[in-house]
């Protein structure tokens, strides 16, 4: 036969739901059921405090009103979360995605960049003629991919 457990907190605890419960000591969050620890993490550490929300409720261990009420939540960051979590599992909220853009200064383009420089086009006319964003090509020559001659001073004779 089943024995009947009473889960007891302390005075400090906040308590999520009547099974769960967190401390703030000493700038890090506990997590308890009863009198166990479950978890914890910095006070700062968002992506540890999202991940731990969406694994009590992915485990059937407190509700995302619960949850959403007691931290004071919206209610759709706790679904994005949750998904996060079915998705990737825990580590999914530690990989920092890094998106990958386009390469524009290929080698043809900084080859024919550097061709206009050296027939000495201006930065605008290069970049109408390449399809280019100003920007992207003073960026090029600011960090030496591409290089501008020196500059010939008009003679006032």
């Known amino acids: 036969m ?10 400090e605890v906040s308590l999520i739901n009547c099974m769960i419960g967190y401390i703030k000591k ?28 969406a694994q009590l409720y992915v485990t059937g261990n407190a509700k995302q009103s619960e949850i959403n009420k007691t931290f004071g939540l919206n209610p759709i960051n706790m679904k994005r979360w949750v998904k996060k979590y079915q998705e990737g599992g825990p580590g999914a909220f530690y990989r920092k995605e890094i998106k990958s853009t ?23 006319d290069i970049a109408e003629e390449l399809s280019l964003k100003v920007d992207t090509l003073r960026r090029s020559i600011r960090i030496g991919e591409l290089h501008r001659g020196e500059v010939k001073k008009k003679s006032s004779v």
């Open 2 to 11: 089943p024995q009947m457990q009473i889960i007891m907190f302390s005075k």
């Open 26 to 53: 000493q700038n890090k969050v506990y997590y308890f059921n009863g009198q166990m620890p479950l978890f914890s993490h910095d006070e700062k550490d968002q992506d540890s405090f999202k991940m731990f929300m």
């Open 102 to 124: 386009k390469r524009v200064m290929t080698k043809e383009v900084l080859k024919k960049a550097q061709e206009l420089i050296d027939k000495e086009y201006t930065n605008k």
